[in-house]
């Protein structure tokens, strides 16, 4: 027997286009619990989700609380996992790569800020 919570989420998985290639590529199924374990926490994404619109609005947040949890976790791995390289003279693209990671860093807490703004009203 499931429980309430397996049941709100074993909506069928949403269908995104793939970037063409063979049949087989050109789908895949993504589901809302996926999306947020993958750090997904734009609600304009979410909301693409059926179940997402089921939700009040402060269960919403706390998805997108925990998708952006999740973003932060996956960029510092990243960027830790990029500068564990302890000689970038061997290495020059690693130090743009830790650019990009850190841009995105500061993307995700401005993006943090300006969701915290919207949903704590």
Excluded: C
């Amino acid at each position: 027997m499931q429980n309430q919570d397996e049941l709100e989420h074993n909506e069928p998985p949403v269908e995104l286009g793939g970037s063409g290639g063979s049949p087989a590529s050109t789908k895949t199924a993504l589901t809302f619990d996926k999306a947020i374990e993958m750090g997904e926490y734009r609600p304009e994404f979410l909301a693409q989700f059926p179940e997402w619109h089921g939700y009040p609005r402060y269960i919403q947040f706390e998805f997108i609380r925990k998708a952006l949890t999740n973003r932060r976790k996956q960029l510092l791995t990243q960027w830790m996992e990029i500068n564990k390289s302890n000689d970038y003279s061997k290495k020059p693209h690693l130090i743009e790569a830790s650019k990009n990671v850190e841009r995105w860093l500061s993307q995700l807490r401005q993006d943090k800020e300006a969701l915290y703004t919207e949903y704590s009203g």
